[in-house]
């Protein structure tokens, strides 16, 4: 069985020159990260796609989160043209990964529990909390 590859996606004609291009082969995948891919059904080309396409920011440690937002869609879109429409992002848009300093090891991945705040300023305000709570979490039964 062949594996199918980003390039094999974008039209001939439009193919344009990665500026994130990288060799999938070089990176490392740890071992929680292969566990979190089994259990939330997440390929090794959709973890291509957000190495490749994602915005990327610092985690802290010099790791760096990688998440689809709309650069990345605009991205996605001038290498592959239209195949990637408002159809597609909706899977896609709640997915991250962190990965290490040097960018050769993916140490985790998954999806967000709460949708993130697509804009600035809209936010939903916050409840206060309940008399004698010290956080929003939900009690353990």
């Known amino acids: 069985m062949t ?3 980003i390039d ?5 004609a439009t193919r344009k020159p990665d500026p994130r291009s990288h060799d999938p082969a070089a990176i490392e995948i740890t071992r929680h990260a292969r566990a979190r891919m ?9 973890l291509d796609l957000l190495l490749r ?4 920011r610092r ?9 689809f937002g709309r650069g990345a869609f605009r991205r996605m879109e001038n290498y592959f043209g239209s195949f990637f429409g408002a159809a597609h992002r909706e899977g896609l848009f709640d997915c991250y990964l962190v990965e290490a300093a040097a960018g050769d090891r993916v140490i985790t991945l998954g999806f967000l529990r709460e949708p993130r705040q697509r804009r600035a300023g809209t936010a939903p305000p916050r409840r206060a909390l309940p008399p004698g ?9």
Do not use: M, Q, W
Not at 60 to 66: H, L, M, S, V, W
């Open 133 to 141: 709570t010290r956080s929003h979490a939900l009690p353990r039964k």
């Open 38 to 46: 089994r259990r939330l059904g997440v390929s090794e080309f959709f």
């Open 53 to 56: 396409f994602g915005n990327a």
């Open 59 to 67: 985690a802290g440690d010099g790791r760096r989160i990688r998440y």
């Open 3 to 5: 594996t199918l590859c």
């Open 8 to 12: 094999d996606l974008a039209p001939r």
